[in-house]
């Protein structure tokens, strides 16, 4: 998983180290600006690419751009996204 692929650099890295031999990875991207510059680099069959961020819940959050390709939660509605929930292990 790819979570916050941004441009799909991390996931093109990844696809190099490991020489291509992966079964999938699943790149998540909340802004649509994002996730259409990863689909120009990642169009391999294997990556699938979510227009969407990843919580601890299912709903929506509110983004404020950090500056550097990163986002914060805020408590504006400058940018509202949808997210999904990850599984996470204790």
Not at 20 to 37: G, S
Not at 59 to 67: I, T
Request: contains cysteine; aromatic residues 8%.
């Amino acid at each position: 998983m790819d979570c916050g692929c941004l441009n799909g650099s991390t996931s093109r890295n990844f696809i190099r180290w490991c020489n291509n031999e992966y079964k999938h990875i699943y790149a998540f991207e909340a802004e649509e600006n994002k996730i259409a510059e990863s689909k120009k680099g990642l169009t391999e069959d294997k990556v699938i690419l979510y227009n969407l961020a990843i919580w601890k819940e299912k709903g929506e959050l509110c983004l404020a751009e950090s500056g550097g390709g990163s986002n914060c939660i805020s408590k504006e509605r400058e940018t509202v996204v949808n997210v999904e929930i990850a599984m996470i292990m204790y």
